[in-house]
């Protein structure tokens, strides 16, 4: 069974950087499409970037050139690097994995989900 565990979220101002790790149980990442997504209270689920088995990479317009996805096979672990942090990156961020995916940040795509972590951006 497929488990993923986030950490690394937290509060920062404006303008600072943070990283999330999502640990995943057994060899996923190798085998796995991976993504991270966010949701704002009161707001949809939202794919924010991707990446397949052979490490190519999709993000959605808004976080392009400050967020970073990578993952570490050896480790099971997806990473995504945040810089230049804005309010509007408040969230609770998941990271999400699957086998079979068409539309790389539709969240619909996906069956494994971590719990989330939070993160908290202040102006």
């Known amino acids: 069974q497929v488990q993923l565990v986030e950490s690394g979220g937290g509060s920062v101002q404006a303008g600072g950087s943070l990283r999330l790790s999502c640990k995943a149980s057994?060899?996923?990442?190798?085998?796995?499409?991976m993504a991270w997504f966010r949701q704002a209270p009161g707001k949809e689920r939202e794919g924010v970037a991707h990446?397949?088995?052979?490490?190519?990479?999709t993000y959605a317009d808004s976080v392009k050139g400050r967020f970073t996805i990578s993952k570490d096979n050896a480790k099971n672990t997806l990473y995504l690097q945040m810089k230049s942090l804005k309010p509007e990156d408040t969230a609770m961020y998941y990271c999400?994995?699957?086998?079979?995916?068409?539309?790389?940040?539709?969240?619909?795509?996906?069956?494994?989900w971590g719990q989330g972590t939070q993160v908290t951006v202040s102006s």
């Open positions: 999400a994995a699957d086998t079979v995916v068409a539309s790389a940040l539709s969240p619909t795509w996906y069956d494994y």
């Open positions: 057994g060899a996923i990442t190798s085998e796995y499409y």
């Open positions: 990446i397949d088995r052979r490490g190519m990479t």
